[in-house]
């Protein structure tokens, strides 16, 4: 069973940048595919960007594309997300899941994973 623990939100200004972290532990990392999801109040889960467990794999939504950059290193059991070029409407709790799966999967479904953290707020101010 992995632990995921996510870190790196705050506070930021339109246009800016963030890199989140997912630090994993209890379990063999590269066996696992990983996902960022985002919650905003009021709204639904959305899948922001998954990443498959060697890394060769990555899925991007529609709305991050060009702009979010998933990445992982294993021999550091982390993943990563690099927001660039952001905007007020990526405001949301950020949160990583991992699920022990095959080779070149990246869900982009949020039941397709196992292990959840705990989130980091992301706020953009306008």
């Known amino acids: 069973q992995v632990q995921l623990v996510e870190s790196g939100g705050g506070l930021v200004q339109a246009g800016g940048s963030l890199k989140l972290s997912c630090a994993a532990s209890g379990g063999t990392f590269s066996r696992y595919a990983v996902g960022w999801f985002r919650q905003a109040p009021g709204k639904e889960r959305e899948f922001v960007a998954a990443i498959a467990r060697t890394g060769g794999i990555t899925n991007n939504a529609d709305s991050v594309k060009g702009r979010f950059t998933i990445s992982r290193d294993n021999a550091k059991n982390t993943v990563y997300l690099q927001m660039n070029s952001l905007k007020p409407e990526d405001t949301a709790v950020y949160y990583c899941?991992?699920?022990?799966?095959?080779?070149?999967?990246?869900?982009?479904?949020?039941?397709?994973?196992?292990?959840w953290g705990q989130g980091t707020q992301v706020t953009v101010s306008s």
């Open positions: 899941a991992a699920s022990y799966t095959r080779p070149l999967l990246a869900f982009t479904r949020w039941n397709d994973y196992d292990y």
